[in-house]
Each structure stands twice: as C-alpha cells, then as structure tokens.
C-alpha cells in the first residue's frame, strides 16, 4: 500500500516569496490534515479536510496561508507571502475518518525562509 | 497551556536499558497515538490505544484513562530506537506533545 506522498521534500525561498506544498493522502483516505512542525515542538494542525470541505481552520493563518483540496483526495497548501517565522516542516497526513483512526504522514516538506 | 504533556524531554540511553517515557493529557479522548520521529523523517505511529496495553516487539504502550497518564516503554534499547517519540491524543481534533528526543549510545 502506498503511504502519504508529500513533495517537495525540501524549499529553499526568501521572505515575501510564494511557495506551494502537494500532498497526495492514501487511497480512500477521506480525511487529510495538514501540519506545521517548528523545530522542537509538536505539530501544529493547520486544516483538516474531510473529502472536499474543510472542518477545522482555525489556526489557519488565512490572511497568508491557503489550503485547497478539491475533488477530495490530494491537496495543496500554499504560503503568499512567506515570512521567516513560517520556517518549518509541513507534514500531510491522512486517516480513514471513521471514529478513533490511525493517523499515517508524509515524510513532510521542509521550508526554510530566508 | 498544552493539553499533552511528555516527560523527559531530553533521554540517553545507554544500548540494552530500559527506558519508559511518560505522557499526561488534560482532554477527554477517544485515543491516544504513540508517534516516531526519526530526523530529517516522516512520522510513523507506533500505537493507537484507548485502554489497557499494547506490545510490539521490544515496544510496550500502557494507557490509564482514569489517570489521564499513558507509558511508551521500550525493553533492550538499541542505538536505532534513536528518535522522537511524540504522544498525540484524539478528542475532536489531535493534540500533541513537544515530543521526547531519545538518544541509545551503543
């Protein structure tokens, strides 16, 4: 079975750039996350899909960050524009969306600002 | 306040000990996800549990719901269990610990 597909593994942009992260979640996975990691720290939930709606955004920075997720299986989240602080690792993950499921990552795309 | 906390947050091990790392939640949960992290990698769950007691191989995940409180216990350490071990809890959404860097000299 193939696992939680992330690219690119690595992005290197200058502040007040735009940067876009693709994340392809696992076969029938009907919900996907996406997550923000700075360095020591937990993961940061960003936006959770369930198929094509959104149900959380909260912590969404939303006047920069945007999340798309539109036939309701792989998604894109984007930065426009970047500032230093968005340094981190982004991680999609992806669950079956029945009750108390296992989460499954991606191996994260990590960004630095510069 | 965080609703997961770890302890420690720094472990090394020598290769062969035993090593318990500890997790406390603040949340009602539905479960309660044993992370790892190795660097410069993915995350891969260990175990989902929401009671009692968990084994795989040389890795023993216990859960008290009354106490709040979840153990990741790993028997026989070896330099490869090297990595951050994080706790995440389910409520409506997941919450997780800062994680737990673990360090096995050999």
């Known amino acids: 079975e193939a696992g939680v597909a992330q690219s690119p593994r690595y992005k290197i942009i200058e502040k007040r750039q735009s940067v876009a992260f693709w994340c392809n979640p696992i076969?029938?996975?009907?919900?996907l996350y996406w997550y923000q990691q700075i360095l020591g720290q937990g993961p940061k939930l960003l936006i959770q899909?369930?198929?094509?709606?959104?149900?959380?955004d909260s912590q969404l920075p939303k006047d920069r960050f945007s999340a798309e997720r539109l036939k309701g299986v792989d998604s894109t989240l984007k930065i426009q524009p970047a500032k230093l602080e968005d340094s981190a690792v982004y991680l999609c993950?992806?669950?079956?969306?029945?009750?108390?499921?296992?989460?499954?990552f991606g191996s994260g795309t990590q960004l630095s600002v510069l | 306040k965080n609703e997961v906390e770890q302890s420690p947050q720094n472990l090394t091990a020598q290769e062969g000990e035993f090593i318990t790392i500890n997790c406390s939640y603040s949340?009602?949960?539905?479960?309660l996800h044993w992370l790892q992290q190795h660097p410069g990698g993915g995350i891969v769950s260990l175990f989902m549990?929401?009671?009692g007691k968990k084994k795989h191989g040389r890795l023993i995940a216990t859960i008290n719901i009354q106490e709040k409180h979840s153990s990741l216990h790993i028997t026989a350490s070896h330099p490869r269990d090297s990595a951050v071990y994080i706790c995440?809890?389910?409520?409506?959404?997941?919450?997780f610990g800062t994680g737990t860097s673990l360090t096995v000299i050999p």
């Open positions: 995440a809890v389910r409520k409506n959404q997941f919450y």
């Open positions: 076969s029938g996975h009907a919900t």
């Open positions: 993950a992806s669950s079956t969306g029945q009750g108390s499921e296992k989460l499954f």
């Open positions: 899909f369930q198929n094509n709606g959104v149900v959380d």
């Open positions: 949340v009602g949960i539905s479960a």
């Open positions: 549990l929401s009671s």
